[in-house]
């Protein structure tokens, strides 16, 4: 599958989703009105520079004249194919000002649960973050919209409780909506576990064009009671630290501000993962050697640990922790 443009050949099947109330059933334009000549048009209009109206093809859409030029000029909408290159659907970026965007998607119910999706959401965030450098995507569903809710929430997308008015209001008399928004240098796709270890979400709120606010409580959130928080800072960059195991000692580590490279070697292995999100963080229960690596000058780890300090529970000699990982 890729992201390409849209193409006129992809009228029909758009056509299809405008007519499939599996697909429309919680989108707030009306679809079923729509003919073939409106699809063509809208995919014209995404094609000609500056006259990338959203007439259709999007969650959101409205009609061309509802958009005035300025702000047409500033979406995307491009055509997610199979490999085949079949149109499964369309995903867009609209109202690209000030270092955001709004992000939509639609895919035909044959692409549902067929990780066409996913992939169109990547694929833009991707395009949004790393080719038009924006500071943050944001975007919103009907709460009633079940499926889409538990599609954003498992892919661990935030809920933003604060909406810049400008942009509510394009969405006046619209209620039950869900917020979402994602910050550049959010990882969109981290994975579980680090050589065994947990990588665990970190509950953040963002807020547009405002940051992020990110917490843990005690004992809802943590796999352990918290006896120390410490944390490392002002390390210039390229320096490594770390190179120990604990015997008994849990932690969770995380990476508030800036990048740091955490390699972890125990019996499952020994793998590495970037530290760069504030809202991802690491569990480390079981004997595991760690080795912290500053990728950027003045980045912060911080620790909370199970244990008050206790030097006797390193194990520094790294032969001597090899022995009791293979024993
Ligand atoms: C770990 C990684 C991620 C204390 O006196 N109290 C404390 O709570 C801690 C954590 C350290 N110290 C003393 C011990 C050393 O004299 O601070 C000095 C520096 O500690 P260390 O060289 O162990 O720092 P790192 O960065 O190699 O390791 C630290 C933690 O010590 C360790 O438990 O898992 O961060």
Redesign the pocket.
């Known amino acids: 599958m890729y992201l390409r443009k849209l193409q006129l050949k992809d009228a029909p099947l758009m056509l299809a989703w405008m007519h499939d109330r599996n697909v429309t059933g919680h989108l707030r334009a009306d679809f079923a009105s729509k003919t073939l000549e409106d699809a063509e048009r809208f995919i014209e209009e995404s094609l000609a520079e500056g006259k990338n109206a959203d007439a259709c093809g999007d969650a959101n859409a409205r009609s061309l004249e509802d958009e005035g030029k300025e702000r047409a000029q500033r979406d995307i909408h491009l055509a997610i194919a199979s490999d085949e290159d079949e149109y499964m659907g369309t995903v867009s970026l609209r109202h690209i000002e000030n270092g955001s965007a709004e992000f939509a998607i639609t895919v035909r119910a044959e692409a549902m649960g067929r990780g066409y999706s996913w992939f169109g959401m990547e694929s833009i965030l991707d395009k949004a973050f790393t080719e038009l450098s924006l500071d943050s995507v944001y975007w919103c569903v009907s709460r009633d919209n079940a499926r889409a809710v538990r599609f954003y929430d498992k892919h661990n997308f935030h809920e933003v409780l604060d909406i810049p008015q400008d942009v509510l209001d394009r969405y006046e008399g619209v209620t039950n909506l869900k917020w979402y928004s994602v910050l550049r240098g959010d990882e969109v796709n981290v994975r579980d576990c680090v050589a065994g270890c947990k990588v665990i979400h970190i509950k953040t709120i963002p807020t547009v064009n405002a940051g992020e606010l990110s917490f843990m409580e005690g004992t809802h959130d943590f796999p352990f009671a918290i006896k ?1 928080i ?1 944390y ?1 800072s002002k390390v210039p960059e390229g320096v490594r ?4 195991a ?1 015997k008994e ?1 849990k ?1 969770v ?1 995380f990476c508030p501000y800036g990048r740091i490279q955490l390699v972890l070697e125990n019996r499952h292995g020994r793998e590495e993962i970037e530290l760069s999100d504030p809202s991802i963080g690491v569990v480390i229960e079981e004997c595991t050697w ?1 080795e ?1 690596l500053w990728l950027q000058k003045d980045s912060v ?1 911080c ?1 909370a640990a199970s244990e008050f ?1 206790d030097a006797d529970d ?1 194990i520094r000699d790294y032969e001597a922790f090899k022995r009791i990982v293979e024993d």
Not at 241 to 244: D, I, K, M, S
């Open positions: 120390r410490y490392i630290r770390g190179f120990h604990h000692l932690q580590l760690r912290m780890l620790v300090y390193y």
